[in-house]
Nanobody, 125 residues
Framework: QVQLVESGGGLVQAGGSLRLSCQAY????????MGWFRRAPGKEREFVGA????????RYTDSVEGRFTISRDNAKNTLYLQMNILQPEDTAVYYC??????????????????WGQGTQVTVSS
């Protein structure tokens, strides 16, 4: 079992950048494919992007493609989400999640077994 703790959220102006981190405790991060999800006010949680266990492949939802980058440092047991050109519609609680290696990138919430508590990102216009 792995415990996940997100950090790095905050308030930023539109056009700015933030980098979120997700620290894993317990089982090593390299055992899992990892994903980022977000829940905006009044909306359901949605897939943002994911990365395979070795960092070889990534996938993003269309609305963040080209602006957000997922990376990982398995030696540090840490996952990252670099967010650039942030827009007010990116305002949400951001969650990291761990999935067992399925041989493909998982995009559904049900495919992730472990979740962090979330970190708030607020983008002002």
């Amino acid at each position: 079992q792995v415990q996940l703790v997100e950090s790095g959220g905050g308030l930023v102006q539109a056009g700015g950048s933030l980098r979120l981190s997700c620290q894993a405790y317990g089982r090593t991060l390299s055992s899992y494919d990892m994903g980022w999800f977000r829940r905006a006010p009044g909306k359901e949680r949605e897939f943002v992007g994911a990365i395979t266990w070795n960092g070889a492949s990534t996938r993003y939802t269309d609305s963040v493609e080209g602006r957000f980058t997922i990376s990982r440092d398995n030696a540090k047991n840490t996952l990252y989400l670099q967010m650039n050109i942030l827009q007010p519609e990116d305002t949400a609680v951001y969650y990291c999640a761990a999935s067992w290696n399925l041989g493909r990138i998982a995009v559904g919430e049900y495919e992730y077994s472990y979740w962090g508590q979330g970190t708030q990102v607020t983008v002002s216009s």
